[in-house]
């Protein structure tokens, strides 16, 4: 038997923009994302014997076949190599919130690509490996990849771009959750009016400047958000600036709201404030890629 322990790191939007409907039912998109250090943990151990793939994971809700993106990728792995499942076994242990617009679930498809091709393809490009993620969701191959990069297209088209300036994150995950397809479905991309500009993020982070880059931080999800969940989104995102963060949004299709901070001591007072509230509350870094 083989195994291979690796962290799966969330991702956040620094910025989101939708650009149109395609034809295929997809959107294209325009985004900035980033890797932060709040991460799940997944063991993917090979030649069990048994001739299947199953998911274990600590949490009930999470299915552990075919319908989990950690099956999938290593099926899709498996397929793309035209190698037989000797038995593959994938443990996940679960940090990174569900329906969150963290990418839980890519980034944990991305670490079993990255275990499968370290066991089995080592000489295998990335850029191939992000092919095969592409299969299993949109998300994968940007969480094959991490670091900061701008996204386009479905969110494949990668473009590295320099690193988040060193800072400390807080991130505060409302109990409801947003479905994705569900909040696609409201967007009338003509109405969107509150773009991001993507020319000044990329001065900005080419520039080292943390500053700069809060202040083009931004999600056109947020314009389409119900009053409710419109009023708890400014709630987080009020608190976090009210303790010192250069600037608060929306993370994905949400509803997780993320602030950058300078000073660390400031996030931990936003965290403080906000944990005596919600549950799903974590105080993080950016990571560069690896």
């Known amino acids: 038997m083989k195994s291979m322990t690796l962290p799966a790191y969330a991702k956040l939007n620094l910025t989101l923009d ?17 890797s932060i250090a709040l991460h799940d943990t997944v063991t993917v151990r090979t030649e069990t014997g048994d001739g299947d793939i199953t998911v274990r994971t600590d949490r009930e809700d999470l299915p552990g076949g075919p319908g989990n993106i950690a099956w999938k990728a290593a099926r899709a792995f498996y397929d793309a190599v035209g190698m037989e499942n000797g038995g593959t076994e994938i443990l ?11 990418a839980g679930g890519s980034a944990d498809g991305a670490a079993v690509l990255q275990a499968l091709r370290s066991l089995y393809a080592p000489e295998m490009p990335r850029q191939e490996l992000e092919r095969i993620g ?18 386009e297209g479905r969110g ?19 109990e409801f959750g947003l479905s994705t397809p569900a909040l696609f479905g409201r967007v009338q991309v003509e109405k969107l ?13 080419t520039a080292g400047n943390l500053g700069a880059v809060a202040q083009q931080m931004g999600n056109v999800f947020e314009e389409v958000l119900t009053a ?17 963060a250069l600037n608060a949004v929306m993370t994905g299709s949400g509803p997780t709201v993320f602030g950058l901070f300078a000073q660390k001591e400031q996030a931990e007072h936003a ?3 906000l944990r005596s509230r919600y549950a799903q509350l974590f105080l993080t870094t950016p990571v560069q890629q690896v």
């Open 18 to 34: 939708i650009l149109r409907k395609r034809p295929d039912g997809y959107h294209d998109l325009r985004m900035v994302m980033q």
């Open 193 to 205: 009016s509150r773009r991001p500009d993507h020319d000044a993020m990329k001065r900005a982070l």
């Open 156 to 174: 494949e088209v990668l473009t590295d771009l320099p690193p988040l300036p060193a800072c400390a994150i807080v991130v505060c995950k409302p």
């Open 271 to 273: 965290a403080q404030v």
């Open 228 to 244: 409710e969940e419109s009023r708890e989104i400014a709630y987080l995102k009020d608190v976090m600036l009210r303790c010192g």
């Open 134 to 151: 592409l299969q299993v969701g949109s998300d994968v191959p940007f969480c094959v990849r991490g670091g900061t990069a701008l996204a």
């Open 92 to 102: 996940l242990e679960k940090r990174i919130p569900m329906q969150a617009g963290m």
